[in-house]
């Protein structure tokens, strides 16, 4: 037992030798060369190859994003929406006085009263209630994809943005979102169902705050329209619902956001959604609330038809 113990110590002792030996081979840290030339070109092919994966990835968010910031500016404009209207017995944003929807304020900024009361109203007026009322920044207005700008408040008679009663003398250059008009005979409310659309991106039938005709062809906007697909004298046909472009400018006439009765915010690729697929940026005709009449002037007759069609002006 003694022999096998020293024979294991001379084992271990020459083991520990041969390390300590072979430790003083190493180069030190300090000693050792720098990259190769081979080494810093492997390393320059390796980032150029990482950034070309990585470079199509970061620009995609920026594509998305002037639509994703729209969606947010109706998510925090549905949630004033509804703060407001529980603040006023369920009604949503409409400047006080009668008169037909206009393209022009009609009054002073600070004056109310008397005939200026009865003068017509803009629907970018009632959106302005939401600064006044709702503490909204005006620069929640403005879609990132269209071409107007934040209002800046600057007003002839210095007043504060709070004190104004819209977006200055050219409120269309400041209010990208068109609203269900709050001026007609079915002004939306609190009420409404989660399907009724009562606000969305810029009607396509408006420029500049004007009424503008369909374009020729094939071109938007156009009218939601119906047809029959065979001959028209088979009394059984089914009619099929042909929609044609009708988009908002904005977002390249893919779609627009549009802002539903509970508050919630939705991207549709269509101008035809809400109750029973209603046509929002026309108003109802022919009997069938899927099937528009673009708008042709600020009057009573340019109007919703029914308490379930969604007639979004500006």
């Keep these: 037992m003694r022999i096998a113990e020293e024979v294991l110590f001379d084992i271990c002792r020459l083991s520990c030798g041969r390390n300590r030996e072979e430790k003083r081979k190493w180069p030190k840290m300090g000693n050792r060369k720098g990259l190769t030339p081979l080494d810093v070109l492997v390393t320059i092919f390796v980032v150029m190859f990482m950034l070309a994966i990585l470079m199509p990835a970061c620009n995609k968010p920026q594509r998305i994003s002037p639509r994703v910031k729209c969606g947010m500016n109706f998510k925090g404009l549905g949630t004033a929406m509804i703060v407001y209207a529980n603040d006023y017995d369920d009604n949503f944003p409409e400047l006080p006085g009668e008169g037909p929807w206009a393209k022009e304020l009609g009054f ?103 009424i503008v005709a369909p374009a020729a062809g094939d071109k938007a906007p156009q009218l939601i329209t119906i047809g029959v697909s065979d001959a028209d004298d088979n009394p059984t046909k089914r009619v099929d619902i042909t929609v044609r472009v009708a988009n908002s400018i904005h977002h390249d006439q893919e779609g627009q956001n549009v802002l539903y009765g509970d508050g919630h915010n939705w991207y549709e690729n269509r101008s035809d959604v809400g109750v029973k697929r209603d046509g929002i940026y026309t108003y109802q005709s022919k009997g069938d609330i899927r099937i528009g009449t673009n708008p042709t002037a600020r009057d009573e007759a340019n109007d919703a038809r029914s308490k379930e069609d969604s007639f979004l002006g500006i």
């Design 108 to 210: 002073d900024y600070n004056s109310l009263s008397g005939p200026r009361a009865e003068a017509g109203r803009t629907i970018s007026a009632s959106w302005y209630l939401l600064v006044r009322e709702a503490d909204v920044s005006p620069k929640s207005f403005v879609c990132p994809s269209s071409s107007q700008v934040g209002f800046d408040g600057g007003n002839p008679n210095n007043l504060d943005i709070i004190e104004l009663w819209d977006f200055g003398a050219d409120p269309y250059k400041h209010v990208s979102y068109s609203m269900h008009n709050p001026y007609g005979k079915f002004p939306a409310d609190g009420t409404r169902s989660a399907a009724f659309a009562v606000a969305g991106d810029m009607s396509p039938w408006f420029l500049d705050g004007d």
